[in-house]
């Protein structure tokens, strides 16, 4: 029964997923020991798909994302199973990563890596780019491209010919993600658009992601504090929490009825602040190193019950089509057949409040 529930989405679907991972572990060494910043997530995301991913801050959202496309720092490691349109990226070679990622995956990063050449026109840079891919494409065809990446992002036409200095701080972002986006990736990852682009309204970022979608089908990793964008241009959402996956499922199941006590909080914190930030859920996050036992939220929960403190959850589907990582959760949709009374008796804290000891 449970796996007819479990069944990876992308077995059930015709059309085979652009970005298939798998158990994808990612850890740091540090001195006190490997810092396990990602630790067995697996989604897939279809053609023209846009994924939101969501977490307080440390949680693994942007180590995901450039683990994804190959650009970990030294001293990073990697392991579980990545598939781009097939592919094994894992596998390629670190030169033919490089190839790929530059024309078929992008990245939209919180701080361009990429430097814009003073000395060089507007118009060089996208001849540049294009040309490094595409070796024999003629000046219109570029010039008709450039433009079209440029109108998405709001530059006008008659900045073609003007150098970066010419452009304000926020243009200038604008125009790296141009850039990136000129070649046609079929995966992007944008990591904290919003910060970045803080002179552009969220109504504009929406609109950009919208088209993105439309007109070039793009699938898309975005990488948020704001839930509005996400609700609002997300197809899907994943909620991380301290290296891992724990709900993740159709954006408006998971705003609507959100299963896992995570995720609730997380949506509480979000109402309450506005857009100020998300880091006002109770306590804190755990410590990547040594990971809480059991659930690794279970210190935080308030749900907890004594098996969450000893056994970690696996992820199941739920009623709602959403997958959820949470023993509350599988007791109250039949899913933990096997607990006892004992388990799932509410947890007793060691811990003496802050306000006890007052
Ligand atoms: N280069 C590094 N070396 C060691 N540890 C790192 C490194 N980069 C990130 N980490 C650690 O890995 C964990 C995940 O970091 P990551 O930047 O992926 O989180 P995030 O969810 O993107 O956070 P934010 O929302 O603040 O951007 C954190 O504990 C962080 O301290
Ligand atoms: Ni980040």
């Known amino acids: 029964m449970t796996e007819l529930y479990d069944a990876p989405v992308a077995a059930r679907d015709d059309n085979a997923p652009v970005i298939d991972a798998q158990d994808i572990r990612i850890w740091y060494g540090s001195e006190r020991g490997p810092v396990k910043a990602v630790d067995g997530v697996s989604f897939s995301l279809r053609k023209g798909e846009i994924l939101g991913l969501v977490g307080e801050s440390g949680c693994g959202k942007s180590t995901i994302g450039r683990g994804l496309l190959g650009l970990l720092p030294p001293g990073a490691e990697m392991d579980g199973a990545l598939r781009f349109k097939g592919e094994d990226l894992l596998a390629l070679p670190k030169k033919e990563m490089f190839a790929k990622r530059g024309a078929e995956l992008g990245m939209i990063f919180q701080e361009p890596l990429t430097r814009l050449n003073p000395l060089m026109r507007i118009s060089e840079h996208f001849e540049e780019t294009l040309r490094t891919h595409e070796k024999s494409i003629g000046k219109e065809e570029i010039q008709r491209r450039a433009l079209e990446v440029l109108r998405l992002m709001g530059i006008p036409p008659t900045r073609y010919r003007s150098y970066p200095h010419e452009f304000s701080g926020g ?4 125009l790296m993600i141009a850039l990136a986006l000129v070649l046609r990736p079929a995966f992007v990852v944008a990591d904290e658009p919003t910060t970045a682009l803080d002179v552009l309204v969220e109504a504009q970022i929406i609109r950009i992601l919208h088209s993105l979608r439309s007109e070039f089908e793009t699938s898309l990793l975005l990488i948020t504090h704001n839930l509005g964008i996400i609700a609002e241009a997300c197809d899907r959402v994943a909620v991380m929490y301290a290296g891992e996956i724990v709900e993740i499922g159709d954006a408006r199941e998971v705003f609507s ?59 199941h589907a739920m009623p709602n089509g959403t997958r959820v990582q949470c023993w509350a959760a599988d007791l109250a949709h039949g899913r933990a057949p096997d607990l006892t009374e004992d388990d799932t008796a509410p947890l007793v804290r060691e811990e003496i409040s802050v306000a006890d000891e007052a």
Not at 171 to 174: A, I, P, Y
Not at 274 to 295: E, K, R
């Open 171 to 174: 243009m200038r972002q604008r």
């Open 257 to 315: 009825d959100p299963q896992h006590p995570y995720t609730r909080e997380l949506l509480r914190s979000t109402i309450s602040l506005s857009t100020t930030g998300l880091n006002f859920i109770p306590g804190a996050p755990p410590d990547l190193v040594n990971p809480p036992t059991g659930c690794h939220f279970h210190p935080r929960c308030p749900d907890a019950m004594n098996i969450c403190a000893t056994r970690h959850p696996v992820q």
